[in-house]
């Protein structure tokens, strides 16, 4: 099997996933799983489209991500890796991982600061007198 690639993305978290055959090592900019994501919770998120596929310990991961914090990189990498194994094989993968949302990419973004206010939609108290 050949390595495919595919992207994820989820607020400002940018996740380049190469995927191929191996034994279920899961490298993030160079480093392991378990020293990039300590959390647990980061590394279900992570892991969670193997275990919707049944492919747990069957293709080795090699992610670069860059920007946003952890929770939005832990998204950007399942998303990326959802979209290189619905690649890989269409009919096995892709109806378990569309019905888990894992193939939507969610667009939500934070809403910038407007001038003359201390946040997007927050103003400062007002005052009559």
């Known amino acids: 099997m050949e390595q495919k690639n595919a992207l994820g993305r989820r607020k400002s978290a940018v996740a ?3 995927l191929a055959a191996g034994k279920g090592n899961i490298t993030i900019n160079d480093r392991p799983l378990e020293e990039y994501f300590k959390e647990g919770s ?12 049944k492919t747990e310990g069957q293709f ?3 992610v670069n991500v860059v920007g946003g914090g952890t929770k939005g990189q832990a998204e950007a990498i399942r998303l990326g890796i959802s979209r ?4 890989l094989d269409r009919e ?4 378990a991982l569309k019905a888990e949302g ?5 667009s939500r973004e934070v809403e910038r600061k407007k001038p003359g206010q201390p946040g997007a939609r927050a ?5 009559k007198r």
């Open 92 to 95: 096995a993968y892709r109806s």
């Open 16 to 18: 380049r996933v190469y």
């Open 102 to 106: 894992f193939l939507t990419r969610d």
């Open 60 to 62: 080795d991961v090699k």
């Open 123 to 127: 103003r400062f108290q007002f005052s």
């Open 84 to 87: 290189a194994l619905s690649d």
């Open 42 to 53: 980061l590394q279900y998120i992570v892991n969670q489209p193997f275990a919707v596929t």
